[in-house]
Every structure is written in structure tokens, then in C-alpha cells.
């Protein structure tokens, strides 16, 4: 065990901290500038001129619901689906997510005997932590969440198979790939178990959230299960629907979003959506199409991402561990990939470490944020989010981190707590 300094010091160390006038923020995972200047040259393509598709239509006009069939094949190999099972959208995934959960609600989905707002009472299993803003979405439109714990492996799989037997359940979160926030990659078991287990609802849905499927920290590159070929061996064809996006490969907020899913399912999307847009942005699928050419274009990009990610990620962990390690008063993730590393602190002390960062000049992702409706029972998990800020004040801000945890450890064990994870 490495001593933790007296209460006395780390209130001088803390004190010495907040005389710093820091002003940092690790609240979400932006990418930084620098990340969205290796695709700036992405803003003035296609051209002049420049707005035929392969097939020749005038990608500036209505129309083409599905996305342009190059930009399906480009990204066939990370969704794991073939072209004409790929729809590419406009900017945003999570608008994917919400709009096939909108049509569920108000329609139903293949396999439906009535629009899900019609059932009694539906659910979602969710694996926690996870990503607040597909909690958000079950709250906005009163899905019961069913909290799921996370393994190494991914979602606890007895549990989830128990829970999904409840007719109630008619979906389930995942982040199947450096899932956010905890780092894990599930494993081709876990994908198995999901293909296969039996579910209560016949029209239940696995939401494949798959926003990190091309964001490696390292030189590791973890190959997950296919879930769609899973499904359809284990004959649940209709149960999962995969999203990806480029939000994080070329620009945040101007990228490509894309769904993938059985026939049967990109053909309920496509005539929902069809009512809802006479079609997307096709320039900008041109763009992407013009800017990333090729599978060697994309893996060359996601280098230059991994180039300004990783010494930032290093940075955390290894700040962490030069002021909390052998203290167990925290413990942490080292991911192999995504946008999050993962914070365990003594429980009842999160919410403290927050406000203690806060009054340093850092903002944090509200503790809870992990969890559903907000709310951590036992006030105990933070994410740390390094994209954005720059390394020197990547290093400051986890050194803030490490000092507020020791602190609040220190007060709450001194308040009768263990102070210890
Ligand atoms: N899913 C996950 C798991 C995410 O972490 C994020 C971004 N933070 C999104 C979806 C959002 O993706 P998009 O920008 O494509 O809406």
C-alpha cells in the first residue's frame, strides 16, 4: 500500500491547485481541433462541379433515401452488412437511434402486434455504466430502464438472458466495441448469447451502437463477432439493428450516420423515413466519398486521430497511477480504444470529487451520468474524457483529478467511510 498524504496536506495541495486559475473541461468526448483538421480538407469538396454519383445521379438533387450504394460499400465491412442492407443518414447516429425508436413507438417494427406506445409498460435493458445519452432517450419517451452490470466481457450475460425472458423488454442498449464509458470490447461469447438468447417480446431489438468500431488507441485491433450474421445463424434475423457514424472519423457535427440490418428491417426504416425526408445529404456523402476514398484512406486517417489521442489517454492513466497507485483509493480503465477512461472512486465520494474539480476550474462529466435517469447509487463512477483538451492541460486536469480524489477519500473516511474502493 502507498500512504496517502495527511488531510492537511492534500488541503495545501488542492489550495495550491485552485490559485492555479485552471479552466479545463472533460465533460464530453469532442474531438479536439487538431482531430478536425486532419479531415479540413474535406470542407471544400467535392468541387465545382463535382456531383455525379457512380451511377450518375446529380447529387445535389432530392432523393435517394438509402445513401449513395459507394458510400453503403465503403462502410459494408465495418457494419458487417452488404450495401443494400446499409441505409447512410445525415450527421447523426444517435438521430438514427431515436428515430427507429420513434417508429417502434408510433408503428411498431417488423413482428409487432401493436405500436410499442401501446404496450402497458416496455423496457430496455441497460448495460451500466453506459452512455447517458441513450438513457436520455428511454426517459424523454418513459422506457423503463433495467440496469445490466458490465463485465471485461460485456453486459453480464445470466442477467441479461433472466431479464429478456420479461415480455415487457423490447430492447437493449450496447456498445459492443470500447464501449462508453468503461473501454470494453464484448467478447464473441457475449455476442453469441445475444444472437441467441430467448427473448419475452417477439419483436425485441439489440440498439448495436457501434460508435467506436474504427477508434483504436493502440496497435491492437480487437475483431468483434458479426452480431447481424449471429443473429441470423441463431434465427433472430430481425433482432439487432447495428449504428455507426463518422462523427468521430471525420467531422463531429458534419459526418456520415449509418444503420445496417436484415432485410425486413431496412425496409420498415427506409418507409418510415421516406415519409419523414424526401432524402438525405448526398453532397456530403460525396465528400466523404471524394476525401476518404478507400479502406486505406479511412485506417490512414484513423492513424492521425490515434497520433493525438493516445499521448492524452497516457497521460490520465499515467498520472493517475504516479498520485493514486497502491493507494486503493481509486481505481481505473486503460482503454484500448473509444473516448472514455473510467473512474472508480470510494463510494458516497463522486458527486464530492465533482465539485471539488469544478472549484479547481475543471468540469467533469456530472457524477451519475453513467447510470440511468442520473443517478449512481452508490455515488461512485466518473468519466474522464481527454479528447478535447490539449496534452499540457490533459496532464493538469488529471492531476486535479487524482488530488480531488485523494481529498475526498481522505474527508470521507474521516467522516467514519472506508475511503477505500
Ligand atoms: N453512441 C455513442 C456510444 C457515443 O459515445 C456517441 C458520441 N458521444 C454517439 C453515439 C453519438 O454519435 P453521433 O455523433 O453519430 O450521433
Not at 465491412?77 to 443518414?89: M, Q, S, T
Not at 448495436?208 to 483504436?216: E, I, P, S, T
Not at 439487432?240 to 445496417?260: E, N, P
Not at 476514398?293 to 497521460?315: E, S, V, Y
Amino acid at each position: 500500500m502507498t500512504a496517502i498524504p495527511a488531510l492537511a496536506d492534500l488541503q495545501a495541495r488542492y489550495a495550491a491547485l485552485q490559485g492555479r486559475g485552471l479552466k479545463l473541461d472533460m465533460t464530453r468526448g469532442k474531438p479536439s481541433p487538431e482531430q478536425l483538421d486532419l479531415s479540413e480538407g474535406l470542407v471544400t469538396l467535392p468541387g465545382n462541379r463535382d456531383h455525379r454519383t457512380e451511377t450518375g445521379e446529380d447529387a445535389r438533387n432530392y432523393g435517394g433515401v438509402q445513401g449513395l450504394a459507394e458510400v453503403r460499400a465503403l462502410f459494408a465491412a465495418v457494419l458487417g452488412a452488404p450495401p443494400e442492407r446499409i441505409v447512410v443518414g445525415n450527421n447523426s447516429s444517435l438521430a438514427l437511434m431515436h428515430d427507429c425508436i420513434a417508429y417502434a413507438l408510433l408503428k411498431g417494427v417488423p413482428g409487432s402486434a401493436r405500436p410499442w406506445s401501446k404496450e402497458e409498460e416496455i423496457r430496455f435493458l441497460c448495460p451500466v455504466p453506459g452512455y447517458d445519452r441513450h438513457f436520455a432517450l428511454c426517459e424523454t419517451y418513459g422506457i423503463g430502464m433495467v440496469p445490466v452490470p458490465m463485465t471485461a466481457e460485456g453486459p453480464d450475460m445470466d442477467v441479461v438472458e433472466r431479464e429478456a425472458r420479461d415480455p415487457r423488454v423490447r430492447g437493449m442498449w450496447a456498445v459492443p466495441q470500447y464501449s462508453n464509458p468503461g473501454g470494453e470490447t464484448y467478447s464473441d461469447a457475449t455476442v453469441s448469447r445475444l444472437a441467441r438468447m430467448e427473448t419475452g417480446a417477439p419483436d425485441f431489438r439489440l440498439f448495436w451502437d457501434n460508435a467506436y468500431a474504427l477508434h483504436h488507441l493502440t496497435e491492437r485491433r480487437p475483431v468483434l463477432r458479426n452480431i447481424l450474421e449471429a443473429c441470423a445463424e441463431a434465427g433472430n434475423p430481425d433482432r439487432a439493428i447495428v449504428f455507426a457514424s463518422t462523427s468521430k472519423v471525420t467531422l463531429a457535427g458534419a459526418g456520415l450516420a449509418m444503420l445496417a440490418s436484415s432485410e425486413a428491417n431496412v425496409r420498415w426504416y427506409l418507409a418510415n423515413a421516406g415519409k419523414r425526408s424526401i432524402g438525405p445529404d448526398k453532397l456530403n456523402q460525396l465528400r466523404h466519398i471524394r476525401f476518404l476514398r478507400d479502406q486505406t484512406g479511412i485506417d490512414a486517417l484513423m492513424d492521425g486521430h490515434r497520433r493525438l489521442l493516445a499521448p492524452k489517454f497516457r497521460a490520465v492513466t499515467e498520472t493517475l497511477a504516479r498520485h493514486l497507485g497502491g493507494t486503493g483509493v481509486a481505481r481505473w480503465s486503460e482503454p484500448e480504444g473509444g473516448y472514455f477512461v473510467l473512474l472508480e472512486v470510494p463510494e458516497g465520494c463522486a458527486t464530492r470529487v465533482v465539485t471539488l474539480a469544478a472549484a479547481c476550474g475543471l468540469a467533469l462529466t456530472p457524477a451519475g451520468a453513467t447510470h440511468p435517469y442520473g443517478r449512481d447509487p452508490q455515488d461512485r463512477l466518473l468519466r474522464l474524457a481527454p479528447s478535447y483538451p490539449k496534452l499540457a492541460e490533459v496532464e493538469a486536469a488529471a492531476e486535479v483529478v487524482a488530488t480531488c480524489v485523494l481529498l475526498a477519500a481522505e474527508e470521507s473516511r474521516e467522516a467514519g467511510g472506508s475511503g477505500r474502493v
